[in-house]
């Protein structure tokens, strides 16, 4: 870092610039999380370049470009370290997300692009040691993040916009959207610290193509038609198992103009509603 620190005082001013550079970004995490496993093992260098200002207590951050191994962010922010805990707020852009690389080694990936909620499986064993949330009373934090697009296994979404905030313990995703499969996409969560953890979730999705959905998770095309997709979810519990044991919710699938390898769904609908006629 290069710059002044005006010492002597309570709450120094700051005037820096900040440089800072790692070649091993995972190494460097597990420097901090132990068991930090991500499903790419080298996902590159961390480097951070800004200008400080402010003071010590509330300091701004601008001109910020942080490279975490794939991703280059760029934005701007601030950090409250005045009393209680420390509140970060950041305002940040990039291009291209890819999710896999980052997520634990051996965590399924969707390759299928449809809607899906965790079920009781014989094909899986839910985990039953318990969840550590208490990271979520370290700080408070808001958080915005416009990409350009996030990919997730079969899911590629385009314009994506996140609103993020974390306060006591209690994170808060407000808004997740973007375009997917020529529709949209919106979603907004909530997880909340405690001796029994909460989870919920809203997903929606709107006039998305199922031939693009088809061709991104098979590379075969043989429906067509346009889906809308809604579901609400919530659980509690301090474990997987515990949390997919308890996971209520509801949900709805619509398809207008739905053809499947050239059989017409809403004439065979019609046909089989005149059956149920006198």
Known sequence: AKGSYGAGSDDPALDLTLDAAHPDLVGLARVMAPKFNPAKRDLGPLKVTARVGGTARAVQISNLELITGPIKLKG?????????R?????????????????????????????????VKSARREW??????????????????LDAEQVVYGAYVIDNAKLGAIL??????????????????????????????????????IKQ????????????VAKVDGVLDYQTDMSSRGAS???????????????????????????????QLDKLNRP
């Open 167 to 204: 306060k006591d313990g209690v994170l808060t995703l407000n808004k997740f959207a973007g375009g997917m499969f020529g529709g949209s996409i919106v979603a907004s969560g909530k997880l909340a610290h405690g001796s029994v953890p909460s989870v919920g979730l809203n997903l929606e």
């Open 127 to 144: 985990s039953r040691d318990r969840i550590d949330t208490s990271g979520l009373m370290a700080a408070d934090a808001d958080i915005t």
């Open 76 to 84: 701007k922010g601030g950090l409250d370290l005045g009393d209680g």
């Open 240 to 270: 997987e198992h515990a949390l997919v044991s308890a996971l209520s919710g509801t949900g709805s699938i619509l398809v207008r103009d739905g053809v499947i390898e050239g059989l017409d769904l809403p004439i065979v609908s019609k």
């Open 208 to 219: 998305a193509d199922i031939r693009k959905a088809a061709l991104a998770a098979s590379g």
């Open 86 to 118: 420390p509140k970060l707020n950041l305002v940040l852009g990039t291009g291209r997300i890819e999710v896999d690389p980052w997520l634990p080694a051996g965590a399924p990936s969707p390759k299928v692009a449809a809607p899906a909620v965790p």
